[in-house]
């Protein structure tokens, strides 16, 4: 599960040094091609996954439930937000709605799914599947926030009903050979992208995007022998530490791009491999950092509570302590 999380994130990496570009060069258009390829995918794999694995948060306490979403997810979303307003977001007013809607809507969106799924464990999945893409396709296609809402709805959900009839690594089709006819649909969404078709979070390509989400699962699953490989190694990684790389790297690029331009670098590929590497190399230096009490504070808030139960256990005196001062 990891390398699949850290190949989705590398794609947003990759997708992002492409977008950025504008602010110092043309983006090659073999570049914005290859991007538009993966794009159908990108997110909506990601989104799979986190409804995978909601069903571990579920089973904790409505307390310890909430508390773990503020810490991991809305305040991650703060800091980095802040960092956005000082680097690329510094032309919106504090006020601008969409300085709030920037890279990191994901996890807004995710904080949002986790709770309805919550609200409505008792409620059966398949229809609120149905309802998530319906009310995606009723959505005009100008209101596209609320299409994407919606659309990734479905997905997180699909990934949570699939999971809880048995893990992802053990359902059957993903495993058939017959699932790589999946490549059918995915190759027409794919190509239809790159062709300036209007195909993200769109209901009508559904079945497509459903399918290259499949098809990249059981190529996943076939490749977890090659684990121990250096890229492979690299991509669990990058899953593990995925929240340091996904809120980091859109300043990091952004700010490397614009020094890129600065001096004198002309060739835009030469500025994106620098963007990208750029942007890897402040990741990992950030997994460090974190593991570092004031680094940490970057990507979760601490945990007060289990802060403050260490304090009361430390001072309250064990049995051994009380039988020697008696």
Sequence with gaps: MDYLRGSAIFMVILFHSNTLLRFGYDP????????SFFGPYRMPLLVFLSGVIVNMS???SFADFTAGKLRNLIWPYAIW??????TIGSSYSIFDHQLYGSYLWYLIFVFVYYFISLLAIN?????????????????????????????L???????????SKRSVNNIAVLHSRWIFLGIIPMIIVSSLAVSGERILYETGWI???????????AVAIRVERFCD??????????GRKSIVYYTSHVPVIYITVLACAGLGVTNPWIAYFIAVIAAFTVGTILVVIAKTPVGAVLFTFPDLRRRVHRRSLASTPNDSSRHRSL
Excluded at 28 to 35: D, G, I, R, V
Aim: positive net charge; hydrophobic residues 65%; proline residues 6%.
């Design 153 to 163: 709805w479905g997905i997180f959900m699909l990934g949570e009903w699939l999971y």
């Design 123 to 151: 409620i059966p999945r398949l229809p609120l599947i149905l309802i998530a893409f319906t009310l995606a396709a009723s959505v005009p296609a100008d209101i596209q926030t609320i299409q994407r809402f919606f659309f």
């Design 207 to 217: 079945g497509g995007v459903i399918a290259g989400i499949f098809v990249i699962i």
């Design 28 to 35: 090659p258009e073999s570049l914005t091609a290859f991007n």
């Design 229 to 238: 490989m250096p890229f492979m190694a690299a991509l669990s990684f990058l």
């Design 81 to 86: 937000t802040f960092v956005y307003f000082l």
């Design 58 to 60: 579920l089973r904790k």
